[in-house]
């Protein structure tokens, strides 16, 4: 299942009060893509990645990936081929230390020992966080915390990095550190995240979610000028496309980073 792409067909989800969640999903995303999932608080951006891996079934319409229907028979493979990055960390570290947390996904691969050491070194070699090894999770800061919990999913070898609110509490340092991180992977990248500047800098193709449903799914930079879209999915542009708030002059820069500048 090497570079696959994502299919989703009238993908449905009511949660157990009766809540609609998604209503009809239906896009596929191909190998090596970035693709943004943007929208409102409660417009399924959540619940439409938590799909992605199995987390949740779908309980009408299809979700598959590379030849392979996401279904509770399948989530091995599914979970090998697709990352999941939560939104908080913590969900994600809970052994004595960042290394045993790293590790904790190739051993359950049943890997030998000196596969699982090399991938544990890989992945915070990846992330720069060779210096956490030995860290316990709950000492970390939030920045950290956020490289351990990417270094946990890249141990496991995925194709696909699904985040969620990647940039979520993290201050100017950290955040731009993770951009320049993600800016390097070649994985296929789907986020889900209400910082559009940082969209700006990742992802080429944005998706709107409103209600459940797909209003747009094109251009980043089509979207992202579209005031009507934005303003109807309760969106604001990125602060680095907007007018100056002192002078109320100008657009921001105007335009989006260049393949260079995002690498």
Known sequence: MNHPL????????????????????????????SVAVVG????????LLLHLNGSLSPRHGTVQVGDVQVAKATLADIRRTVGMVFQDPDDQLFMPTVAEDVAFGPLNLHLPPEEVERRVTS??????ATHLWDRPPYKLSGGEKRLAAIATVLAMAPAILVMDEPSSSLDPRARRT???????FRHTKIIATHDLDLVLDLCPRTIVLREGRVVADGSTGDIFTDSCLLAASHLEQPLRLQACPVC?????SGR???RQERS
């Open 6 to 33: 994502v299919e989703i067909r009238d993908l449905t989800h009511a949660y157990p009060d009766g809540t609609e969640a998604l209503r009809g999903i239906s896009l596929h995303i191909c190998a090596g893509e």
């Open 256 to 258: 989006l980073p260049t």
């Open 123 to 128: 992945a915070l070699d990846q992330v720069g």
């Open 178 to 184: 993770l951009i320049h991180l993600l800016a390097r």
């Open 248 to 252: 109320g002059r100008g657009e921001g």
């Open 40 to 47: 409102a608080n409660g417009a399924g951006k959540s619940t």
